[in-house]
């Protein structure tokens, strides 16, 4: 299996960015897009376990839209093969001392690439 393949590693660094854009601004319809539309689909969040894309969906739809703003560092992204990978990242939120991490795991699918799991935490 090749690691981090030139154009794969592209093609998720892409991803992730526009999924980072999309949550920062909640753009609910790309983030939507952007999770693979299936109940083996799972998002673990700092408050909620959802189990299945139409959980995600629903928790997309009703989060607030205010203070989503954050700042990544130390971001991972790295592929094997052409069609799977994972994303990790530290964020920070401003006027909060809390480090955030984000995980993902993505897939390529016929319509893309797409998070097929997901885990947010918070450390103090």
Known sequence: MEVNLPDALAEVT???????????????AVLDELFWNSPHTLRYGATENLYGYD??????????????????????????????????T???RAGSERVGRQSQTWMRTPEGWRVVAAHVSLMA
């Open 14 to 28: 892409g991803a992730f960015e526009r999924y980072e854009s999309a949550l920062t601004t909640n753009d609910v």
């Open 55 to 88: 959980a995600i969906r629903a928790f997309r739809a009703a989060r607030p839209s205010a203070g989503l703003a954050r700042t990544l560092g130390k971001t991972v992204i790295t592929t094997y093969g052409r069609d799977f990978a994972t994303a990790n």
């Open 90 to 92: 530290e964020f920070h």
